[in-house]
């Protein structure tokens, strides 16, 4: 693909067009090529590159309410380092941030 070899490590099933409404994608590749083949490049390093999805499934017997506590302090820390980062600068809570 685009000069770059891949090694093909599975296949979707039939009718499976992912996750994102209105679009179906014709390949899947790891995220540490995305540079290598598409046309834009979003660091891995850089936060503000959003364009990952990304799910869980809950194990039997844990509710939601119990993962969304187990979570929290981590996404607080995220939410903490965020904030203090010079893009929110000018961030009100409607914008979210200065872009």
């Known amino acids: ?5 891949l090694t093909i490590v599975g296949v979707s099933q039939a009718g499976f067009d992912g996750v994102e409404v209105g679009t179906s994608p014709q390949i899947r590749v790891p995220m ?7 046309s834009f490049f979003y660091s891995l390093n850089d936060r503000r590159g959003r364009f990952a999805q990304v799910f869980g499934r809950l194990k039997p017997g844990m509710t939601l ?3 969304r506590a187990g979570l929290q302090p981590f996404y607080h820390q995220i939410l903490q380092m965020e904030v203090q980062q010079k ?3 000018k961030a009100t809570e409607y914008t979210g941030s200065n872009s």
């Not at 693909?1 to 070899?5: C, I, Q, S």
């Not at 540490?32 to 598409?38: D, L, Q, S």
């Open 1 to 5: 693909m685009n000069g770059y070899p």
């Open 32 to 38: 540490t090529m995305k540079k290598e083949v598409t």
């Open 65 to 67: 309410e119990a993962a």
């Open 87 to 89: 893009e929110f600068a």
